[in-house]
């Protein structure tokens, strides 16, 4: 251009460029990996096992003999028959002694010297008001130390939040022995021996449903996590088989030495001349013989009379 010609000045979009950048961020939240099995149970107080208790084949097995052993239906079992069966039934006795019954316990437990101490039928019929309330195993099982105690609750049938499936309070265990109120006027409502629960149970915070949607999957707990569980409302039976898991070290309370109990070896090594239990306790050879009965009967005459206090005590009906 020519000197004496006037620039033209540069309008103000044309000296500037604005480059405008547009970015996408995603936000994604980790989820912290699950714990390992024996340390949730021991944070919490109860986890529902990763592997289930046995394959579904065998827990069928085992309901069609309980079946057949209550005449048709396993949830008119009441009183001293949902105990111990164990002792009466072959297919409850391999139940029990499930390899992945003893692995979870060897975890939980940190020893590979185990005991039964007891198992137990828990069944509510279709929609039926049936319910435990609150509260804690320990309570008035007369284990000490309460922590080398457990329970397997395995599910025979679907036990669906619906149907009525365990509900534990988070860390309640850590708290030590819990006061329980005992009910003066038991329905058969409450499926507990004494009607019982856990007084200020509102103090707990939240508890958490642990759903078993598959016979054959289960859940742990130890004796003093707080738990309970609903009605069942759903059209089908749930029915459930508790396993309870003591370490061999285990001593009772002197409260609870009226009689000694027997056991039966889950796996490991016991004494009983320096333990708490009998090994009095023979594998069924016959679905509900003559022996086995005997061998039932004396069994839960013994637990009975620790829990209730009485010689010729049984569990209510």
């Not at 592997?51 to 003999?65: G, I, M, T, Y």
């Not at 958490?208 to 054959?216: I, K």
Request: aromatic share 6%; charged share 25%; net charge negative.
């Amino acid at each position: 251009e020519d000197e004496g010609k006037k620039k033209k000045p540069l309008r103000f979009e044309e000296r500037l460029v604005v480059i405008v950048a547009t970015t996408t961020t995603t936000t994604t939240t980790r989820q912290a990996p699950p714990l390992p099995f024996a340390v949730e149970v021991a944070t919490r107080g109860f986890a529902k096992s990763p592997e289930p208790a046995a394959p579904e084949e065998q827990v069928a097995r085992v309901l069609d003999a309980l079946d057949a052993h209550a005449g048709g239906d396993c949830c008119s079992l009441k009183g001293d028959a949902r105990f111990k069966l164990h002792l009466l039934l072959p297919e409850v006795a391999d139940l029990v002694r499930s390899p992945a019954v003893a692995e979870m316990a060897e975890a939980v437990l940190g020893t590979d010297d185990l005991l039964v101490w007891s198992s137990d039928l828990v069944a509510k019929p279709a929609r039926s008001p049936g319910h435990f309330t609150p509260h804690q195993d320990s309570a008035y099982a007369g284990l000490c130390p309460a922590d080398k105690a457990m329970s397997v609750w395995i599910a025979l049938t679907p036990a669906t939040e619906r149907a009525g499936c365990l509900r534990f309070f988070p860390g309640s265990h850590l708290r030590g022995h819990i006061d329980h109120v005992a009910s003066t006027a038991k329905t058969q409502d409450n499926m507990l021996a004494f009607g019982q629960r856990v007084a200020q149970v509102e103090l707990l915070g939240d508890d958490v449903p642990v759903p078993l949607e598959t016979p054959g999957q289960c859940s742990v707990h130890l004796t003093r996590a707080v738990h309970w569980s609903p009605p069942n409302n759903t059209a089908h039976r749930r029915v459930g088989f508790v396993v309870r898991i003591v370490a061999a070290s285990i001593r009772r309370l002197a409260t609870h030495q009226r009689a000694r109990e027997t056991a039966t070896l889950l796996s490991g090594d016991y004494d009983p001349a320096r333990g708490a239990f009998d090994l009095d306790e023979p594998t069924p050879n016959a679905t509900a013989g003559p022996e086995e009965r005997q061998a039932h009967a004396r069994a839960m005459r013994l637990e009975a009379n620790n829990y209730f206090g009485t010689d010729d005590a049984s569990y209510p009906s």
